[in-house]
């Protein structure tokens, strides 16, 4: 018996495990003015992210880099030298 046996037993058939959702009508109801800044917060945090950015460490500004680094590992693996860069 689980703690949670009548509350379990209150329920119809169908009802377990399905999760009901609704969709949100802006008329009648309203997010709260806290729920509203955080929202507004996180907007504003992507858009400042969005103008600023590097690359990984590990990506190449050239292409032909990564090119070349890719042509000395298989070099480096068909001719078993085992030096890999």
Excluded: F, Q
């Excluded at 046996?5 to 009901?20: C, F, H, N, P, T």
């Excluded at 802006?26 to 509203?36: D, G, H, V």
């Excluded at 460490?57 to 085992?82: F, H, Q």
């Amino acid at each position: 018996m689980s703690h949670y046996s009548d509350a379990e037993d209150s329920m119809d058939i169908g009802d377990l495990g399905v999760r009901k959702r609704k969709a949100w009508d802006p008329e009648t109801e309203s997010i709260t003015s806290e729920i509203k800044e955080l929202l507004d917060e996180d907007v504003n945090s992507l858009v400042e992210e969005d103008c600023v950015g590097c690359p990984l460490p590990s990506t190449p500004e050239d292409e032909n880099m990564l090119d070349s680094e890719m042509s000395d590992v298989l070099k480096a693996a068909v001719l078993g030298t085992g030096r890999v860069v």
